[in-house]
């Protein structure tokens, strides 16, 4: 059965980093693309970062140059490193992957088929 459990999630004051992680398990196929994504309350849930089958990656403009989504193929993890936390950034972070996909995975798509449960980011000013 697949799932993916997230982790690294906390409290962080304005300008600190912190470091997601996404475990993947259950998954037989190695094509996985892959997905973060936040929701803050009140907010609908958009797009942080992605990376596609063949490594491609996408960033939503509100992160380019802060965040950086990366990959251990060897644990099955993927990770999204967040610097320069500002307190916007609050929200509760989800990772996303699918194998298999027939096209690239952009930051605006949302239709991965397997979802973690989230994990709270909260940045203080």
């Known amino acids: 059965q697949e799932q993916l459990t997230e982790s690294g999630g906390g409290s962080v004051q304005a300008g600190g980093s912190l470091r997601l992680s996404c475990a993947a398990s259950g998954f037989t196929r190695s094509t996985l693309s892959w997905g973060w994504y936040r929701q803050a309350p009140g907010k609908q849930r958009e797009g942080v970062a992605t990376?596609?089958?063949?490594?491609?990656?996408d960033y939503a403009d509100s992160v380019k140059g802060r965040f950086t989504i990366s990959k251990d193929n060897a644990q099955n993890t993927v990770y999204l490193q967040m610097n320069s936390l500002k307190p916007e950034d609050t929200a509760m972070y989800y990772c996303?992957?699918?194998?298999?996909?027939?096209?690239?995975?952009?930051?605006?798509?949302?239709?991965?088929?397997?979802w973690g449960q989230g994990t709270q980011v909260t940045v203080s000013s």
């Open positions: 996303a992957a699918e194998a298999d996909l027939p096209f690239r995975v952009w930051v605006k798509y949302s239709g991965f088929r397997f």
């Open positions: 990376m596609a089958y063949d490594g491609g990656l």
